[in-house]
């Protein structure tokens, strides 16, 4: 059987991706907490993770977000996740292909969640 083949994307594009299990207006946890590093770690790795990677390191479907933290803050992120396309279109950085949206499978309190875990994952 023959392997599909599919680009590997880079940049911010791949950060973006990452947002893509999250779409929260509301306050979520501080960077660093036990709700940020636990629930937001779990939640990352249901959602994000078979794009993005355990730790972010990317895959053949999902940018590396690891060093892209400079380009994002927890807003942004979820701006993103929340319509991935119509943000896309904002940014050219982000290229014709933004990730696939996932907000609608999560709280907004889970994606402020996976945004804070992504973030540390950015650094």
Same mark, same amino acid.
């Given at each position: 059987?023959?392997?599909?083949?599919?680009?590997?994307? =880079?940049?911010?594009?791949?950060? @973006?991706?990452?947002?893509?299990?999250? +779409?929260?207006?509301?306050?979520?946890? =501080?960077?660093?907490?036990? *709700?940020?590093?636990?629930?937001?770690?779990?939640?990352?790795?249901?959602?994000? =993770?078979?794009?993005?990677? #355990?730790?972010?390191?990317?895959? +053949?479907?999902?940018?590396?977000?690891?060093?892209?933290?400079?380009?994002?803050?927890? *807003?942004? +992120?979820?701006?993103?996740?929340?319509?991935? #396309? *119509? @943000?896309?279109? #904002?940014?050219?950085?982000?290229?014709?292909?933004?990730?696939?949206?996932?907000?609608?499978?999560?709280?907004?309190?889970?994606?402020?969640?996976?945004?804070?875990?992504?973030?540390? +994952?950015?650094?």
């Amino acid at each position: 059987m023959r392997a599909l083949s599919v680009p590997r994307l =880079s940049g911010l594009f791949g950060l @973006f991706a990452l947002a893509v299990g999250s +779409l929260a207006c509301g306050e979520g946890p =501080s960077r660093g907490s036990a *709700a940020s590093t636990g629930s937001g770690a779990a939640l990352f790795a249901t959602h994000c =993770s078979p794009c993005h990677g #355990k730790a972010g390191e990317g895959t +053949l479907l999902g940018n590396d977000l690891r060093g892209t933290a400079q380009h994002w803050d927890a *807003a942004r +992120l979820l701006e993103y996740i929340d319509d991935p #396309k *119509a @943000f896309a279109e #904002k940014d050219p950085r982000l290229g014709a292909r933004p990730m696939t949206a996932v907000a609608r499978d999560v709280t907004p309190q889970e994606r402020a969640q996976i945004v804070e875990h992504a973030l540390t +994952l950015m650094e």
